[in-house]
């Protein structure tokens, strides 16, 4: 992708306007979306009613929708008579893990999530077709290819969604910072001004996903090919300990490490976003899914989204489908869970929690996505969004990015130096690649 930007990044930018925005360049394919049909308006509801007197069962892994997509759930079975039972697991649990554990176990839930491309691999034998769906000619183009395979849709992505360094403008102010940094340098800077007025500059966490998956994507996405360069890895004809990039990236991780909290290494997700939200520190790297549990403590903070730099070039923030809702084929009900997730994208009271309830970017055309909505944090990714690099974790197989994540949390804690910190990240994909 020449470290160019995401196919996704122009609709988003357009989301605000709700119009049908023109197609972008995607070099991140691993198989091309067939379906680039685009429209004004979301899709009308299926023709075929679902049947009533059934139960279908949703397995998701974002936590910070559980209590919305459980009201949800009550709203959808008020309307057409189907019960919707949600199980959620995330934040500190391992989705992967749990998921593979149901399915195990016997259970096949109707909807799973999978983030596509080599993730969405060993589900291929439940994943259903959706390609006929009636939602599907109003997905951004770019959102479809993460789980497409052979010209054929296989899931509905769950929304955009952005990252970068959220931080309180008003905490800025105090300590004289006049200007947003962009590059390394000017994030230092700001450090020192934060440290000298006696401010905290980060508050992070020891999360395997957020050090594992968001942390590390900023020196996989700065690659300029960075799906070549995955493939590399895996392949074992380049290595991160020889990277460049990821030599230059650690200075980034340095900063935030460095200037963090004193309690970093018990600090989890929920008390990370709790703690910058009650204002004891300035930045957080999170997205803007956070903004939800942010309001619950306070709606009036004044935020903006800082770039990821790791040099005196200005950073980036990141963009992607976070998730993509999978119907199982081998569930009792695939027929009824489609019905569902088209309601969820054509209906008024789906299109309203999408937006007002759940904060979500929208990945559809005639979806509207108000300011007042998605929040101050997702309106400040849409903004930056025109220079965003994408999001490339899914790539690899299942296991990579949990060794990661474990790598990062000893790094953190002191336990192993930068360069066995690099030798650890190859290690993890190794490991994983040559079983």
């Known amino acids: 992708m020449n470290k160019k930007r995401l196919a996704l990044v122009a609709p988003i930018v357009c989301a605000l306007a709700v119009a049908g925005c023109g197609n972008g360049n995607n070099n991140n394919n691993a198989a091309k979306a067939t379906n680039s049909g685009t429209a004004e308006t979301a899709a009308p509801a299926a023709t075929k009613a679902p049947k009533k007197d059934v139960t279908i069962k949703v397995f998701q892994f974002k936590v910070e929708i559980a209590e919305q997509l459980n009201a949800l759930a009550k709203e959808y079975e008020k309307e057409t008579g189907v019960k919707v039972e949600v199980e959620t697991h995330g934040g500190g649990e391992d989705y992967g893990a749990l998921l593979k554990a149901e399915l ?7 909807i799973f999530n999978n983030g596509g491309f ?3 691999q060993p589900y291929m034998d439940r994943a259903t077709d959706l390609s006929d769906q009636p939602w ?11 789980t497409t395979v052979d010209g054929k849709l ?3 992505p769950m929304n955009v969604e952005g990252y970068g360094i959220i931080y309180n403008k008003d905490l800025f102010q105090k300590a004289g910072i006049t200007n947003e940094p962009k590059t ?3 994030l230092k800077d700001a450090v020192e001004k934060l440290k000298a007025a006696k401010i905290t500059p980060f508050e992070t966490t020891n999360e395997w996903w957020s050090l594992g998956i968001h942390l590390v994507n900023v020196g996989m996405a700065s690659q300029p090919d960075p799906a070549a360069f995955i493939e590399d890895l895996k392949s074992g004809k380049q290595t991160i300990k020889d990277n460049a990039i990821f030599k230059q990236w650690l200075d980034l991780v340095d900063v935030i490490f460095n200037n963090a909290q004193k309690n970093k290494m018990t600090t989890d997700y929920a008390t990370q976003v709790a703690d910058f939200a009650s204002g004891k520190a300035a930045m957080m790297q ?4 956070t903004q939800g549990d942010i309001d619950k403590i306070d709606p009036n903070l004044n935020l903006g989204v800082l770039p990821l730099p790791i040099s005196d070039e200005p950073g980036h923030v990141f963009v992607g489908v976070p998730n993509n809702w999978i119907v199982n084929s081998k569930s009792a009900h695939p027929e009824e869970a489609k019905a569902f997730l088209n309601w ?8 309203k929690y999408l937006t007002k309830e759940f904060k979500f970017l929208p990945a559809f055309n005639g979806v509207p996505a108000e300011a007042a909505d998605i929040g101050q ?3 400040a990714v849409q903004e930056k969004s025109a220079d965003a690099l994408s999001w490339t974790w899914d790539r690899f197989p299942d296991g990579v990015t949990q060794g990661f994540g474990a790598a990062m949390q000893e790094y953190m804690g002191g336990t192993i130096d930068r360069d066995q910190l690099l030798a650890k990240l190859d290690k993890a994909i190794q490991d994983i690649v040559k079983q």
């Open 154 to 156: 296989y899931g509905m």
């Open 136 to 146: 599907v000619s109003n997905v951004l183009d770019s959102a479809k290819i993460p």
């Open 286 to 289: 999170q997205g803007n899914w």
């Open 118 to 120: 080599t993730a969405l």
């Open 344 to 351: 969820l994208v054509s209906s008024e009271t789906g299109k």
């Open 104 to 110: 195990a176990s016997g259970s096949e839930p109707e």
């Open 184 to 186: 390394l340098s000017e």
């Open 377 to 379: 944090v997702g309106v």
